[in-house]
């Protein structure tokens, strides 16, 4: 028997190579076809987007710090992710003043959330839904006004009804462009979500020769860019983000019942490449690492005590998109 299947197997190998070889021009043909493509049809990578979609596997969690975690249980260690997408739609673009609708979602699967009346370790889906009216204003040859009014819905739901979950956030900026290209802007973020929050925000972008460019708008990010061709870049960037998910009344001990919410906040430093690969389509990827400045549960009222800390440590950052972009 075994010489039997050996002798089979040897008799079936050349088929299989000869289909292979057999579809070899064809293959080769179709490769080629799709990059000479590419190449013919590849625009702007500053071109404007109208979707956008990403993939970012986030740290595993560390040994939590729990009042009621019994002993002997091991916590999980799995990778969590994050799915985000966002849909750009014109509202108004003719005339000195434009305006674009924005459409968010994100969805975070936060593996590690200890559960005490039964001891064991589950996962949190935690969703933001987002809407948005963007409003650009030419205000002269040199001054620009850029608002931005977003509402969110951030919880364990797709659209959640509590108003703890809803946040309100203004953005406006003034930009003034400079003789030599540089833009200087100033302005302020507003956010409302059961109480009021104001940071000021500074802008300042500018390039810098040999397709180099600056652009950092403070207090949320800095990038340089590098221009490799007409349709594709080079970036370095460190980002500060942060988020809050309203997770409604959670048994956090014992018989004991209170209203959380999850708050994160981190500083992210990657390198990433972007390529418009046809008139539509384009793609992104970007790595380096990601720094937890604050990452647990708290409680959601006056007092803002920590009941669970995920204890995260420095960790890998990986992120992988796709875009669809406006044509010329």
Same mark, same amino acid.
């Given at each position: 028997m075994t010489t039997k299947t050996a002798q089979n197997?040897?008799?079936?190998?050349p088929c299989s190579l000869k289909r292979l070889v057999g579809n070899l021009p064809a293959i080769f043909g179709l490769l080629t076809s799709l990059f000479f493509l590419t190449k013919a049809s590849a625009?702007?990578?500053?071109? +404007?987007?109208?979707?956008?979609? &990403?993939?970012?596997?986030t740290a595993a969690n560390a040994t939590p710090g @729990? #009042?009621?975690?019994? +002993?002997?249980?091991?916590?999980? &260690?799995?990778p969590n992710y994050k799915l985000q997408g966002a849909l750009? @739609? #014109?509202?108004?673009?003719?005339?000195?003043?434009?305006?674009?609708?924005?459409?968010k979602h994100k969805n975070e699967f936060?593996?590690?959330?200890?559960?005490?009346?039964?001891?064991?370790f589950e996962q949190l889906e935690l969703r933001q839904s987002k809407g948005s009216v963007i409003v650009f204003s030419q205000l002269n040859d040199r001054w620009k006004l850029t608002n931005m009014l977003s509402v969110s819905s951030n919880s364990t739901d797709f659209i959640s009804s509590n108003a703890n979950a809803i946040q309100f956030r203004n953005v406006s900026l003034f930009e003034r462009e400079m003789n030599n290209g540089s833009v200087i802007g100033f302005g302020g973020s507003v956010t409302y979500d059961q109480s009021l929050t104001v940071i000021p925000v500074l802008k300042y972008a500018t390039p810098f020769g040999n397709g180099w460019h600056l652009d950092m708008v403070l207090p949320k990010e800095i990038e340089v860019s590098k221009s490799l061709s007409?349709?594709?870049?080079?970036?370095?960037?460190?980002?500060g983000s942060g988020s809050n998910f309203t997770l409604g009344n959670q048994q956090v001990a014992n018989d004991y019942s209170t209203a959380s919410i999850y708050r994160r906040m981190d500083v992210t430093g990657a390198v990433g490449y972007q390529k418009q690969v046809t008139p539509w389509v384009g793609f992104s990827v970007s790595a380096g690492a990601n720094l937890p400045?604050?990452?647990?549960?708290?409680?959601?009222?006056?007092?803002?005590?920590?009941?669970?800390?995920?204890?995260?440590?420095i960790s890998p950052y990986?992120?992988?998109?796709?875009?669809?972009?406006?044509p010329n």
């Open positions: 197997s040897n008799t079936k190998m625009q702007d990578i500053g071109a +404007p987007r109208f979707f956008e979609f &990403s993939v970012q596997p @729990f #009042p009621s975690l019994q +002993p002997g249980v091991i916590p999980q &260690s799995r750009r @739609f #014109p509202i108004k673009i003719k005339g000195n003043t434009k305006i674009i609708g924005e459409l936060l593996n590690g959330y200890y559960v005490s009346d039964d001891d064991r007409k349709s594709s870049r080079l970036l370095f960037e460190v980002k400045v604050r990452s647990g549960i708290y409680t959601n009222d006056q007092s803002n005590t920590r009941l669970y800390d995920f204890k995260e440590g990986f992120r992988v998109g796709v875009f669809l972009s406006f």
